[in-house]
């Protein structure tokens, strides 16, 4: 397998981190590599502080930039085709598979959708994105003009986003709305994580139930407000988690037993249909990701 090109990861230092040492910082703020670890790569030479390579755990200090150049790794291997929904000047829209990352991180670097796209549309910006195990439509912007646009759209709620997804037991209504708040709680792993938290912010998920199956539903969710993993937090908030997700448990927190990471694959979530005025002309365009077999209807074959 061949390795990727390296990457460089920055931070800027502020006031309430500056006297910390840089590998007390590291260990704390960066917790999937151990104390052991930053330390090796300290001693390899891969922590820069304002581009000098440093070699010993010197305190920092405010408006510093601290820099771990990663050398090249091999990543894991994942579904890298994606298909072209739609292509115009402005916009390009896509259907991602599942288990593709949309973006650089947690190990993953070129095996991500924005590397592949790159790669034909150098210019090309995601509007949003999805979670790695969730397939289906992403809108990418590939002017300055449709990313400014997109970016209101959705900061106004404008754009429409619709997800199937299979969910645990068989809810007792038809219609529901989650109004469930999303932000960050704390993760053993990572830190911190979103999740159903009182103190986050406000998130908002129209559920419909499409078919009821022995213990499960197909169900359909149309998000107006896009936090991270929210129909995923929100239908884990209602009591049903989706089927196989390795993170949330019912009530929309993380599980505290053999908790997962937010990029674990084992869950059935699709974007199915994004709508929303095309950026340069204004007119509503709608575009449709066929589901996965798993997510289909049974009259739908």
Not at 2 to 28: C, K, M, W
């Given at each position: 397998?061949?390795?990727?090109?390296?990457?460089?990861?920055?931070?800027?230092?502020?006031?309430?981190?500056?006297?910390?040492?840089?590998?007390?910082?590291?260990?704390?703020?960066?917790?999937?590599?151990?104390?052991?670890?930053?330390r090796r790569r300290l001693e390899s030479g891969e922590i820069f502080l304002d581009g000098v390579v440093i070699e010993d755990n010197v305190p920092l200090k405010p408006g510093q930039e601290l820099a771990w150049h990663r050398p090249p790794w091999e990543e894991p291997e994942v579904p890298l085709d994606y298909a072209v929904l739609h292509l115009d000047r402005d916009l390009l829209v896509?259907?991602?598979?599942?288990?593709?990352?949309?973006?650089?991180?947690?190990?993953?670097?070129?095996?991500?959708?924005?590397?592949?796209?790159?790669?034909?549309?150098?210019?090309?910006?995601?509007?949003?994105?999805?979670?790695?195990?969730?397939?289906?439509?992403?809108?990418?912007?590939?002017?300055?003009?449709?990313?400014?646009?997109?970016?209101?759209?959705?900061?106004?709620?404008?754009?429409?986003?619709?997800?199937?997804?299979?969910?645990?037991?068989?809810?007792?209504?038809?219609?529901?709305?989650?109004?469930?708040?999303?932000?960050?709680?704390?993760?053993?792993?990572?830190?911190?994580?979103?999740?159903?938290?009182?103190?986050?912010?406000?998130?908002?998920?129209?559920?419909?139930?499409?078919?009821?199956?022995?213990?499960?539903?197909?169900?359909?969710?149309?998000?107006?407000?896009?936090?991270?993993?929210?129909?995923?937090?929100?239908?884990?908030?209602?009591?049903?988690?989706?089927?196989?997700?390795?993170?949330?448990?019912?009530?929309?927190?993380?599980?505290?037993?053999?908790?997962?990471?937010?990029?674990?694959?084992?869950?059935?979530?699709?974007?199915?249909?994004?709508?929303?005025?095309?950026?340069?002309?204004?007119?509503?365009?709608?575009?449709?990701?066929?589901?996965?077999?798993?997510?289909?209807?049974?009259?739908?074959?």
């Open positions: 397998m061949a390795l990727n090109r390296g990457f460089v990861y920055t931070e800027q230092i502020d006031g309430p981190t500056a006297g910390e040492r840089v590998l007390d910082h590291l260990s704390r703020c960066h917790r999937h590599s151990s104390l052991e670890g930053w896509v259907a991602k598979p599942s288990g593709l990352p949309t973006l650089p991180g947690g190990g993953f670097l070129d095996h991500t959708l924005l590397a592949r796209v790159r790669r034909a549309f150098p210019e090309a910006t995601p509007a949003h994105r999805l979670g790695r195990a969730t397939s289906g439509i992403v809108v990418f912007a590939r002017s300055a003009m449709a990313r400014s646009r997109l970016s209101e759209a959705m900061r106004r709620r404008e754009v429409v986003k619709v997800y199937r997804a299979l969910a645990s037991g068989v809810p007792a209504r038809n219609h529901l709305t989650m109004e469930t708040r999303i932000g960050p709680v704390f993760h053993p792993t990572l830190g911190t994580v979103h999740a159903a938290s009182p103190e986050g912010k406000t998130a908002i998920s129209r559920v419909r139930l499409l078919e009821r199956r022995r213990d499960c539903a197909l169900l359909e969710v149309e998000i107006e407000t896009g936090r991270p993993h929210q129909i995923r937090i929100h239908l884990a908030a209602a009591g049903h988690p989706l089927v196989g997700d390795p993170l949330y448990a019912t009530g929309g927190g993380i599980r505290e037993e053999g908790v997962g990471l937010p990029g674990d694959s084992g869950y059935r979530l699709h974007a199915e249909r994004v709508r929303l005025g095309h950026p340069a002309t204004g007119a509503l365009v709608c575009f449709w990701c066929p589901p996965p077999p798993e997510l289909r209807l049974i009259s739908e074959g």
